[in-house]
Nanobody, 119 residues
Framework: QVQLVESGGGLVQPGGSLRLSCAAS????????MGWYRQAPGKQRELVAR???????NYADSVKGRFTISRDNADNTLSLQMNSLKPGDTAVYYC?????????????WGQGTQVTVSS
């Protein structure tokens, strides 16, 4: 069974921190590079951080130096530590494989977790 469950979002002031978590089913997690994506209102979903199974990481320029992605291959969990948050980081955050998981003819997404950065 395919499962992606994100958690940890919330409302935070600019400059604050949040830690997002993702529980992924093992049949997805065991073999795939994983990523955190986000979608802000009126914008396309974008990949902000990626981690391979061997733990090499890549970040979008907009979050480099502020966000840290990590994974626990034993527990099938993915995390995103977000520091120095800015209003521009406000979005719904999703975890997924990279490239995105496709079931049938459609991309599969979890419910996401809302991050709002505002004073």
């Amino acid at each position: 069974q395919v499962q992606l469950v994100e958690s940890g979002g919330g409302l935070v002031q600019p400059g604050g921190s949040l830690r997002l978590s993702c529980a992924a089913s093992g049949n997805i997690f065991n073999f795939a590079p994983m990523g955190w994506y986000r979608q802000a209102p009126g914008k396309q979903r974008e990949l902000v951080a990626r981690i391979s199974r061997s733990l090499s990481t890549n970040y979008a320029d907009s979050v480099k130096g502020r966000f840290t992605i990590s994974r626990d291959n034993a527990d099938n969990t993915l995390s995103l530590q977000m520091n120095s948050l800015k209003p521009g980081d406000t979005a719904v955050y999703y975890c997924n494989t990279d490239p995105v998981l496709v079931l049938g003819q459609h991309a599969y997404w979890g419910q996401g977790t809302q991050v709002t950065v505002s004073s």
